[in-house]
């Protein structure tokens, strides 16, 4: 799968790639500003608003989907950076195709164009960059964005940009829920796809498309 999570070390956890060394470090940053999430439950409530969200992220990939293929290519994805006026290097946009084209198939679905966005939004977050009402040219799914980004740092309860089993048990017992454990236990898992025990953004990304049925309505559209 596009861009491995980071490996253990006896000083805490490696990122494996530069892309997600990037990560890390936004999310770090971001989370000594702290966190507006209260629990869990908080999330869970939210989820209706981002699917609409997500819906109108639809009509933006239809648009840079330019031989409507299903799929954004590189070539594609480096004229929609242009058109938002997302400045990243060749390098950079590489790395985050990569990473995001978990299919390997050379090509971006809805699902992984949607997780591509709010890296870039993660990553966007640049003082030394002109960012003005909108950081990646898209206002309305900024606010969606910056949910997500504030849900994954109430999970991350260490601030090392990485959640842990633990760290998932512990933000769901906040909520007070009885079957709290299994329910964590569940919710991680889901997120954990390469299964080594920790969750990075992209994959936290990945699973919330699936929690808010991103994945299901492709599926039927199939």
Same mark, same amino acid.
Request: hydrophobic share 40%.
């Given at each position: +799968?596009?861009?491995?999570?980071?490996?253990?070390?006896?000083?805490?956890?490696?990122?494996?790639?530069?892309?997600?060394?990037?990560?890390?470090?936004?999310?770090?940053?971001?989370?000594?500003?702290?966190?507006?999430?209260?629990?869990?439950?908080?999330?869970?409530?939210?989820?209706?608003?981002?699917?609409?969200?997500?819906?109108?992220?639809?009509?933006?990939?239809? =648009?840079?989907?330019?031989?409507?293929?299903?799929?954004?290519?590189?070539?594609?994805?480096?004229?929609?950076?242009?058109?938002?006026?997302?400045?990243?290097?060749?390098?950079?946009?590489?790395?985050?195709?990569?990473?995001?084209?978990?299919?390997?198939? +050379?090509? +971006?679905?809805?699902?992984?164009?949607?997780?591509?966005?709010?890296?870039? %939004?993660?990553?966007?977050?640049d003082p030394a960059a002109l960012?003005?009402?909108?950081?990646?040219?898209?206002?309305?799914?900024?606010?969606?964005?910056?949910?997500?980004?504030?849900?994954?740092?109430?999970?991350?309860?260490?601030?090392?940009? %990485?959640?842990?089993?633990?760290?998932?048990?512990?933000?769901?017992?906040?909520?007070?829920?009885?079957?709290?454990?299994?329910?964590?236990?569940?919710?991680?898992?889901?997120?954990?796809?390469? =299964?080594?025990? +920790?969750?990075?953004?992209?994959?936290?990304?990945?699973?919330?498309?699936?929690?808010?049925?991103?994945?299901?309505?492709?599926?039927?559209?199939?």
């Amino acid at each position: +799968m596009g861009g491995a999570v980071g490996r253990a070390d006896s000083v805490g956890w490696i990122p494996e790639t530069k892309i997600e060394a990037k990560m890390v470090e936004a999310l770090q940053k971001r989370e000594s500003k702290g966190c507006s999430v209260k629990s869990f439950n908080t999330i869970i409530l939210k989820f209706p608003k981002i699917d609409q969200s997500f819906r109108k992220c639809k009509a933006i990939f239809e =648009q840079f989907d330019e031989d409507s293929n299903g799929v954004i290519d590189r070539e594609e994805l480096k004229k929609s950076f242009s058109k938002l006026e997302i400045s990243f290097t060749e390098e950079e946009l590489n790395d985050l195709f990569e990473a995001c084209d978990i299919n390997e198939d +050379m090509g +971006m679905e809805f699902n992984e164009f949607t997780v591509l966005l709010c890296l870039v %939004y993660l990553l966007a977050d640049d003082p030394a960059a002109l960012h003005t009402k909108s950081r990646i040219g898209l206002p309305n799914l900024e606010s969606t964005f910056e949910t997500l980004v504030d849900a994954f740092v109430f999970l991350d309860k260490n601030k090392d940009g %990485y959640v842990s089993k633990n760290e998932m048990i512990e933000a769901i017992n906040e909520g007070g829920e009885r079957s709290s454990g299994r329910i964590a236990m569940k919710r991680f898992e889901e997120m954990d796809w390469d =299964q080594n025990g +920790m969750v990075n953004f992209k994959e936290f990304l990945f699973a919330f498309t699936r929690w808010v049925g991103i994945e299901d309505e492709e599926d039927e559209e199939a």
